[in-house]
C-alpha cells in the first residue's frame, strides 16, 4: 500500500460502494490519513472479511485526520443514474470533511470535478493507496450497515446476506414477490425485462 500519490498537498481518498446493487442506495467515504498511518489489514475493501472490514472501521475513524460517509438514494439513482449519483455522493462526503483537501484521490476511471480542489483517477486505486482503500473500507461497512436495518423490514430478498446484489436468491424471491419500495427502478434484473428493453429499443 502507498501512503502518498504526492507530498505537496493534503490528499483524501474517496470510494464508493452499492453502485451495482439492485436495491438500496450508493454510499461514498473521503478519508485524510495521517501522512505515516499504517495497519497490516488495510486492503481493499473487496479482498477483505466481513470481521476484517468491521475491525478496521472504527480504527480509521479513530486515527484518520478527518473522514465523511454520504449516500444517496435509489430514487435519486434513478433519476440522474447510477455513476452521476455515486460522484454526488462522492462530492457530499468532500463536503463534510472538517479537513479541506488539496488533491481528491478517487477510485476509478472517471469522476466529475469538485470545485476548488483538484483529483486524481487512479483504476484499482483501493487496492494500492491507503487513503482510497480506507474509504473503501468505510463505504462498504456503512452500507452493509445501512441494508441490515432494511433487511428488518423487506426480509424476504435475504438483504442482511447479498446487501442488494443481483444474486440469485435474490432475483428467484424478485420473481416471487416482485420489487420493493427500494429496488431501482432503472436496473433491470431478469432477462424478461432485459429483452423487453431491447425490443422497445428496436421499434424506436
Known amino acids: 500500500m502507498k501512503l502518498r500519490f504526492q507530498k505537496e498537498l493534503i490528499e483524501a481518498g474517496c470510494d464508493e460502494a452499492g453502485r451495482g446493487c439492485l436495491a438500496g442506495p ?12 499504517s495497519h497490516p489489514l488495510l486492503n481493499d475493501s473487496k479482498q477483505l472479511t466481513a470481521e476484517e472490514r468491521n475491525k478496521l472501521r472504527p480504527i480509521i475513524e479513530r486515527k484518520a485526520v478527518a473522514w465523511a460517509v454520504a449516500m444517496v438514494d435509489h430514487e435519486e439513482i434513478d433519476r440522474i443514474n447510477i455513476l452521476k449519483a455515486s460522484f454526488k455522493a462522492m462530492h457530499i462526503a468532500v463536503d463534510q470533511l472538517t479537513t479541506r483537501p488539496g488533491l481528491l484521490l478517487i477510485d476509478g476511471n472517471r469522476f466529475t470535478p469538485y470545485f476548488g480542489i483538484l483529483h486524481h483517477c487512479i483504476v484499482q486505486g483501493d487496492a494500492i493507496y491507503s487513503s482510497i482503500a480506507a474509504a473503501s473500507i468505510l463505504a462498504k461497512t456503512h452500507r452493509d450497515e ?8 423487506h426480509p424476504q430478498y435475504g438483504w ?5 446484489y443481483g444474486t440469485p436468491f435474490h432475483r428467484e424471491q424478485l420473481r416471487i414477490h416482485g420489487e420493493s419500495p427500494f429496488h431501482r427502478k432503472s436496473f433491470k434484473w431478469n432477462k424478461e425485462a432485459l429483452a423487453e428493453e431491447l425490443l422497445e429499443e428496436e421499434s424506436d
Open 26 to 37: 450508493v454510499f461514498a467515504a473521503a478519508v485524510i490519513l495521517p501522512q505515516r498511518f
Open 160 to 164: 442482511n446476506e447479498n446487501k442488494g
Open 146 to 153: 445501512y441494508m441490515q436495518k432494511l433487511h428488518l423490514e
